[in-house]
């Protein structure tokens, strides 16, 4: 599979944000690059066309002055401060699904902690083939390989993990504290802001890798929205009436990512179901769960060991739940 490569215009950006609040001269980007004097100049007006300030001194060279809000490699990797998770990112203006593509670089050998970022996608991926709505400069569409060594049963946990993470990151960046509804939807008054979508790639006993995909929907204009996800879905903007910077905010779910996943790998699923029942709002609801073929109503109560959802029936006895479509009644 090809694999798109940093751009001139994106190996300047890098060299001018390593040396953010000094000058860079010209001639070294030059022989940095194999660019000359002329052609730096050229990637200089293409960044400031971008959005980015860029101050400019005879004899002194270039100095980075600001940033628009862009998701791109080098915004994102600009103080990320990860181990592994975002350390290779890949960023589209706009594809078709970050999964699809994070799939086929897993396939071809791309390391955990690989990372796609879109502006937009054409066809955003929901559970349970829902399209998910992708307008353009506004949101995060992050995917990321995973390599867990777990077996297949067990990769619905990490479902779980990101659920905690991504709550956990848009605290930290927003100041603001979703809840979390199984299996993979994050709230705010009970309205969804955020959804994760898990899909592998197995053998029979182990799962060779997983790629996760997480959608926020950060300064997305909800009248914008097609009127069936409008009632159902809204924005941090719109919940706090102010625009938010995207990148701080990716920066945080990746961290917060490591941070769960480290935690899982060291300790096991324990610590996830503590923090993940914590921020659910479903303990003690009355919910109905949604089947291929039926319907089944009941009270949440929690997490099994495993991550399955416990819904107590009318009838007294408890069932597990492991895949389901959830509503909250009440």
Request: glycine fraction near 8%.
């Amino acid at each position: 599979m090809k694999v798109e490569q940093p751009t001139f215009d994106e190996k300047i950006l890098k060299l001018l944000k390593e040396n953010r609040g000094v000058y860079t001269s010209g001639v070294e980007i030059g022989k940095n690059l194999d660019l000359s004097r002329t052609a730096v100049w050229k990637h200089m007006g293409n960044l400031r066309k971008a959005g980015y300030e860029i101050d400019a001194i005879p004899n002194l060279g270039y100095r980075l002055l600001s940033s628009p809000d862009l998701m791109t490699s080098a915004e994102i990797e600009s103080g990320l401060k990860t181990k592994y998770i975002g350390k290779k990112i890949h960023a589209f203006s706009l594809t078709d699904s970050t999964n699809t593509k994070a799939f086929e670089l897993a396939l071809h050998g791309a390391p955990e902690g690989t990372v796609i970022v879109a502006e937009g996608q054409r066809k955003g991926k929901g559970r349970l083939g829902r399209k998910w709505e992708s307008p353009k400069g506004v949101n995060v569409y992050a995917s990321i390989v995973l390599r867990p060594k777990i077996a297949p049963s067990s990769a619905s946990q990490i479902t779980l993990l990101a659920a905690v993470a991504t709550a956990r990151a848009i605290e930290k960046a927003t100041k603001i504290l979703p809840d979390i509804k199984w299996p993979n939807d994050l709230l705010i008054r009970n309205r969804k802001v955020a959804g994760i979508l898990m899909e592998l790639d197995s053998e029979a006993d182990m799962v060779n890798f997983i790629v996760l995909g997480i959608g926020i929907d950060i300064n997305m204009d909800i009248n914008s929205l097609p009127p069936d996800v409008a009632k159902v879905a809204t924005s941090i903007k719109n919940e706090t009436g102010r625009t938010i910077e995207r990148v701080p905010l990716v920066q945080e779910l990746f961290r917060q990512l490591e941070k769960w996943y480290e935690i899982f790998k060291a300790d096991g699923f324990g610590p996830i179901i503590t923090e993940w029942e914590r921020l659910s709002i479903m303990a003690g609801k009355y919910i109905r769960v949604s089947f291929l073929k039926e319907t089944k109503e009941g009270v949440a109560l929690g997490l099994d060991t495993d991550g399955a959802l416990l819904l107590r029936l009318p009838t007294g006895r408890i069932e597990r739940v492991v895949a389901g479509d959830v509503t909250m009644v009440r």
